[in-house]
């Protein structure tokens, strides 16, 4: 079961796992309504490296990207279900509508985003360039999507 950690020594932390010869992986996202889709894709992440750390947008973070209506979920219930998972090892809360900031703080082995996204088009990308971190673009499983659940549940009102 994976574990919350506190922002606060995460680069500490994930200087301990290097130094024990530990490939760090990490991922980020709202994970809002949790679905197949989510699930697939983390695996597919934890296979790059020893440990998966997913970035979890706060609440604050959500709405400011998604808007008031969102999460659903609140960012505790949320990291606790990521926790539940088998392929994921730790949960790290961010406020930022970017996790750049923390992904810099990281410096994990490998950093894991959708494939609607390419390395020119990549958010992060400097900071994966500056920090030597390895990108893997990982395919959506088609129609799975919080967005999509949102949308079924309202047509049924």
Same mark, same amino acid.
Do not use: W
């Given at each position: ?40 894709y ?7 490296? =020893? @440990?998966l &750390?997913?970035? %979890? ?14 999460? #659903? ?38 950093y894991?985003?959708?494939? =609607? @996204?390419? &390395?020119?088009? %990549? ?14 673009? #990982?395919?959506?499983?088609q ?15």
């Open positions: 079961m994976g574990q919350i950690i506190n922002r606060k020594n995460i680069s500490e932390f994930v200087e301990n796992l290097h130094k024990a010869g530990k490939t760090v992986v990490t991922t980020n996202g709202c994970f809002d309504i949790l679905h197949v889709g989510h699930v697939r983390l695996q597919k992440s934890k296979s790059f490296g =020893d @440990y &750390m997913v970035l %979890l947008n706060s609440d604050k973070s959500v709405k400011s990207i998604k808007g008031d209506d969102r999460p #659903i979920n609140n960012e505790m219930d949320r990291a606790e279900l990521l926790c539940a998972l088998n392929c994921v090892d730790f949960v790290v809360l961010f406020d930022e509508s970017s996790p750049a900031n923390l992904l810099d703080e990281i410096k994990s082995d490998v894991t985003k959708g494939a =609607d @996204y390419t &390395m020119e088009t %990549l958010p992060e990308r400097d900071i994966m360039i500056k920090n030597g971190t390895k990108v893997e673009f #990982i395919d959506f499983v129609g799975k999507s919080t967005t999509n659940i949102i949308n079924k549940i309202n047509s049924k009102e």
